[in-house]
């Protein structure tokens, strides 16, 4: 039996990762859950998984958690640091980090820290602070378990092949709403056309990032550290299927794909029952009906957030940690209205510009990093405005 913790349980990766707990009650028990404010969905879920503690980020939401459905029997924890403190509890054996955004780092350094494995979704942390997780989590012996689907891929394929013996990784992207939609077109996009992707349903930061293909770009750096590959081995590759989840060519020209359903639980499962496979009722491909699988390049005109992704792969230092800062507070603008589409890319690059880029930074040069980029990118929107 794994103890697990889930972070970000009321999220799309959260949910889905309950589903395939519910399967295997006999292999997995959560004993902590955590959110940010959605409590109604955090009660049901404590109601029905009984975990030993819950943690609520927003402290205004915890309370109402406390008045309205009790905490009887349960840790409560509450504020900023609540995921934090959550999984230090030793009777943990896994943390699923499934938080959105930037805010998962330090629950997910302070999982690593306390010795536990981590079953990784969230890309953003490793986006920022990369080279530091990565350190921290060989020092502790902890394992890094990808569940973003790309990375699950690369991670199955390489099936613990020395990096040098990797010749290039196929990172796969289905392209997102507007793949086929011309350039000139997206600058009149709905919001309900760019949370509408053709092929997973997910939450809305990670679903605006896949219409701009930011998401590629984050997860490209997400390779990068995970697999310690340098950019230059990373080929995207638009895959509108979305049924080749991503490839590993080697040294001898031998190249491994990882395929399946578009469906989240298969790496879900994975990454919490590795080494083992453990069967699933989930039906699997239909090869005699699947007609064709496509490979595309991607276009970098239309999509200027992957150029800004790649420039920042060249960087490195603090530069992936303002990229993603300065995209998170644009997207968290966009959804609130106060954003057109196509100045996301605009707002970065501008951020970027005004960056002094830090080459060996340390985990406070990030934070600072995070905080003035995430203030670059709003001071420039508004003035916009
Ligand atoms: N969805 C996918 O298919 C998919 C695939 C690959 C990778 N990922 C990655 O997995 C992560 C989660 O994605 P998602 O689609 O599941 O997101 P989501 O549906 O928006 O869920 C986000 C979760 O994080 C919680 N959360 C948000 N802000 C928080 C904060 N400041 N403190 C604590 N908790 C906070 C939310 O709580 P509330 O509900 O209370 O707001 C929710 O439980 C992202 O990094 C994404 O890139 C997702």
Redesign the pocket.
């Known amino acids: 039996m794994q103890h697990i913790a889930i972070?970000?349980?009321?999220?799309?990766?959260?949910q889905h990762t309950l589903e395939v707990v519910r399967r295997f009650p006999e292999k997995f028990r959560v004993l902590g859950l955590?959110?940010?404010?959605?409590i109604a969905?955090?009660s049901r879920q404590v109601k029905e998984f009984r975990p030993c503690f819950v943690a609520i980020?927003d402290s205004r939401a915890a309370e109402d958690f406390v008045s309205k459905f009790g905490a009887k029997g349960i840790r409560l924890f509450a504020g900023q640091h609540a995921?934090g403190e959550m999984v230090k509890d030793s009777r943990l054996d896994k943390v699923v980090v499934?938080?959105?955004?930037s805010?998962?780092l330090a629950p997910l350094l302070s999982a690593i820290e306390s010795g536990k494995d981590i079953a990784l979704?969230?890309?953003?942390a490793l986006v920022m602070a990369g080279p530091i997780i990565m350190r921290r989590a060989r020092r502790k012996k902890v394992k890094i378990l990808p569940?973003?689907?790309e990375q699950s891929a690369i991670w199955q394929c390489l099936d613990k092949q020395p990096s040098f013996k990797l010749k290039k990784i196929y990172l796969t992207a289905s392209g997102g709403p507007f793949r086929q939609m011309p350039k000139e077109g997206l600058k009149k996009v709905s919001l309900r056309q760019v949370l509408d992707h053709p092929r997973?349903k997910?939450?809305?930061?990670?679903s605006v990032?896949s219409a701009t293909m930011m998401n590629k770009g984050l997860e490209l750096l997400e390779a990068m550290f995970l697999f310690n590959v340098p950019a230059e081995k990373i080929k995207i590759l638009i895959h509108p299927q979305a049924i080749v989840h991503s490839m590993v060519e080697f040294v001898d020209g031998s190249v491994l794909a990882q395929l399946s359903r578009t469906d989240?639980r298969i790496p879900i499962q994975y990454a919490l029952s590795y080494p083992e496979r453990l069967s699933n009722p989930l039906p699997g491909i239909d090869f005699y009906k699947l007609k064709e699988l496509d490979f595309q390049s991607p276009d970098f005109k239309k999509f200027p957030c992957l150029g800004l992704a790649l420039r920042v792969a060249a960087q490195l230092g603090t530069a992936p940690c303002v990229l993603n800062a300065a995209n998170e507070a644009c997207v968290e603008e966009f959804l609130k209205g106060k954003l057109r589409f196509t100045a996301i890319p605009e707002i970065i690059e501008k951020v970027l510009g005004r960056h002094h880029n830090r080459k060996e930074p340390v985990l406070e040069d990030i934070l600072s990093a995070d905080t003035w980029a995430k203030a670059q990118a709003r001071r420039i929107i508004a003035r916009s405005n």
Do not use: F, R
């Open positions: 972070l970000g349980s009321t999220g799309s990766i959260g955590s959110a940010n404010s959605n969905l955090l980020a995921a499934a938080t959105s955004g805010a998962a979704a969230n890309k953003e569940i973003d689907s997973w997910m939450g809305k930061k990670i990032d989240m």
